[in-house]
């Protein structure tokens, strides 16, 4: 038998572990079925409207929930077993694609009936993704963070790869209902795994409080952790304007390159496909690189293929345009998250994880709601392609200011947690 090289064993050595090997596996099934499902949705609310801003409606009813549930997210994430977190908001997200099945099939097929169940799942998303960012780090031991947080950034992509795929062949074959019926049977693997995996303790300490004060204890300690608050910043970026890699490859095919709707999932699926070529990168088979360094070439790689994409009139020119932007979006954003994670203090994790997250999805959905709008006026072309240049023009910005980026390095904050007497008034 080959032996496992060894930089591809020092980027994979999370997988070493089993908890996270299994949370890996059955997260990567799941996130199949929701790529499915979300592609889906983009394709069969274009069909009954014909208008870019439905498609764009979607991705704000899936995001914006984020948006307002993430600081209890966090506040629970913090406060309560996490594994248990996953299982009730995993299940709420099976209920939701249950009941898009079942409406679909009963022929209640109106846009705003479609906008509604994806908002449920949306809810279930918010509640959850603070728990399950802060789920990882307590998988594996500290050395291997990087690579278990590269790793779910990965395994993310590459379900948004698959997904898309297979997406194509229902679009082709058969009924969009079963898509929405596959995605809720895929949420069982992620249930199965969490059933058997070891549950970490709950977390510690002081009690986080409310959640309006919770969502304000993490503002101010990001504000103090320079190296958090820069991480938030670039993911903020690559979130605000690089929102057509999410929802225009829909528009693309249908207005642009006026191919079938298979063309979408192919299309699509090129972004999952670039992020697996962005993990050797970030997982630190060719040597663990400077956070600095992967997040500067990441960013113009985003900013770069945005712009190709945006100018393509050929579907060939897109999936080109599309792979780059996943391979730039992997890099920026698992880098990103690294570096937030490998700083953050435990105690306040969860708030934190939900402060990146409302600013992500605040930056998606503001995104999304001009481009998608502005696609109608104008068209999707001028529209993508300034949004590509735009991520070039902070591409060159934060390059001439290097040190920016640099704090993306800073080390583990090891602070204790504050008593509650010492928190000002």
Do not use: K
Not at 80 to 94: E, N, P
Not at 133 to 139: E, G, R, V
Not at 230 to 244: E, K
Not at 374 to 403: E, F, K, Q, Y
Request: hydrophobic content about 50%.
């Amino acid at each position: 038998m080959t032996p496992v090289s060894p930089r591809l064993g020092h980027g994979l050595r999370a997988l070493r572990h089993r908890n996270f090997r299994r949370f890996w596996l059955g997260a990567l099934v799941s996130n199949s079925g929701t790529w499915l499902q979300s592609l889906m949705v983009g394709i069969v609310l274009f069909d009954l409207t014909g208008r870019a801003a439905w498609v764009g409606a979607a991705s704000i009813a899936a995001f914006l929930p984020s948006t307002i549930f993430s600081p209890l997210g966090g506040n629970l994430a913090d406060r309560f077993d996490r594994r248990l977190l996953l299982v009730g908001g995993q299940s709420l997200g099976a209920c939701s694609a249950v009941l898009l099945a079942g409406t679909w099939y009963a022929g209640q097929r109106s846009p705003w009936l479609i906008i509604a169940i994806t908002v449920l799942g949306g809810v279930a998303g918010g509640l959850t993704i603070p728990a399950w960012q802060s789920f990882i780090p307590t998988l594996v031991p500290v050395d291997d963070l990087p690579s278990a947080i590269t790793l779910n950034s990965l395994q993310f992509n590459i379900a948004r790869s698959l997904g898309p795929a297979l997406g194509a062949v229902v679009v082709s074959t058969i009924d969009p209902g079963w898509a929405f019926a596959l995605n809720a049977l895929s949420y069982g693997a992620v249930l199965i795994a969490l059933s058997v995996i070891t549950s970490p303790p709950p977390p510690s300490g002081r009690d986080p409080g409310g959640v309006v004060e919770g969502l304000r204890e993490a503002i101010d300690y990001v504000r103090v952790q320079r190296g958090i608050a820069v991480a938030i910043g670039i993911a903020w970026s690559a979130a605000l304007l690089g929102f057509a890699a999410f929802s225009f490859p829909v528009i693309y095919v249908a207005e642009v390159y006026e191919v079938g709707s298979a063309w979408v999932g192919i299309v699509t699926a090129c972004f999952g496909a670039g992020a697996i070529f962005a993990a050797p990168v970030v997982t630190g088979m060719f040597g663990d690189l400077p956070r600095v360094s992967v997040a500067r070439g990441s960013l113009a790689v985003y900013g770069v293929s945005i712009t190709v994409f945006g100018l393509s009139t050929a579907p060939w020119v897109g999936m080109v345009g599309m792979a780059g932007a996943g391979f730039g979006f992997l890099a920026l954003v698992a880098t990103s998250n690294t570096a937030m994670q490998s700083i953050v203090a435990d105690h306040i994790r969860g708030r934190v994880v939900s402060a990146r997250i409302m600013v992500m999805t605040i930056a998606f959905t503001i995104g999304n709601a001009v481009q998608t709008n502005l696609s109608d006026l104008v068209g999707p072309r001028p529209v993508v392609t300034t949004a590509g240049l735009g991520l070039m023009a902070i591409a060159v910005a934060v390059n001439l200011r290097p040190g920016v980026l640099q704090r993306l390095d800073d080390p583990p904050d090891t602070s204790p947690e504050p008593r509650p007497s010492s928190r000002s008034a």
